[in-house]
């Protein structure tokens, strides 16, 4: 058959190029302490310490920003230079001491509430000084600021526990309720504790998240099970670049395996 009547093959599809997830941080609360009996948990940073960390990254060339502005980006090819920085539970504090420094440094972050435990504290918490969160009128006031809101359930259960009825309540129930606060559904997703498993990352992309946010995954990384770095009072600028090569070891490892 001639060149002229031959017909044409389709040329072969470019293979897709495999990423990683991104260098995404992991907060809780940002507040005075001055005995780490205080905090038992690991969960808070002082303001100077935050605001430290977040030099760090400018000095580094990076910028903090929501895990949805950050996907964005990736997804347009304009990913380079940012870091997802993420804070978990929705305590009061972040109005109060984390909103005024994300501004200073023209930094975004996702804040990950419970609906169904607002203006309370922090009762899962047992051994922990008692933290209160956010009422209704705050998350409205921190979306307002041009921070993003996603939701961690509604009571910050440990959902590989849940029987099946629970489990939608915490992933459907939520994501409604923080819609009726801000007007708009949560794209974002985080597991309390960090615990999750095949069912409850197939229930929660089935729930309508774009995305959600674990600790450590292992074998279920990916857009809905994505790792995040936990950052801490004693992280200064040495052990933040470990924590950064360290994540982008483990990433790299991931995807020559997949």
């Known amino acids: 058959m001639s060149a002229d009547t031959e017909t044409a093959r389709p040329a072969a599809a470019a293979p897709a190029r495999r990423t990683g997830s991104p260098w995404v941080l992991m907060y809780h609360s940002v507040a005075e302490f001055t005995d780490p009996a205080e905090d038992p948990y690991g969960i ?28 964005r980006a990736r997804a347009a090819g304009r990913g380079a230079g940012l870091v997802g920085l993420t804070f978990d539970d929705g305590y009061t504090d972040f109005l109060t001491r984390v909103l005024p420094l994300l501004r200073r440094y023209d930094c975004t972050a996702t804040l990950f509430v419970l609906p169904g435990r607002l203006g309370v504290d922090n009762v899962w918490d047992p051994l922990g000084p008692r933290k209160p969160l956010l009422t209704a009128e705050g998350i409205r006031e ?117």
């Open 44 to 71: 808070t940073v002082t303001p100077y310490a935050l605001e430290a960390q977040l030099l760090w990254l400018r000095s580094r060339g990076l910028r903090g920003v929501s895990v949805g502005e950050l996907l």
């Open 142 to 258: 921190v979306a307002a600021a041009g921070q993003e809101i996603g939701s961690h359930g509604l009571l910050h259960q440990d959902l590989t526990a849940a029987p099946d009825d629970v489990l939608q309540q915490e992933l459907r129930g939520s994501r409604e309720l923080i819609r009726e606060l801000t007007g708009t559904l949560p794209a974002g997703f985080c597991y309390p504790y960090g615990h999750l498993d095949a069912r409850v990352v197939a229930a929660t992309r089935d729930a309508g998240y774009g995305y959600a946010c674990a600790i450590d995954p292992g074998r279920l990384a990916g857009p809905h099970a994505m790792p995040r770095t936990h950052i801490s009072q004693a992280d200064g600028g040495p052990r933040l670049r470990i924590k950064q090569v360290r994540h982008q070891v483990r990433e790299l490892c991931r995807v020559v395996h997949l």
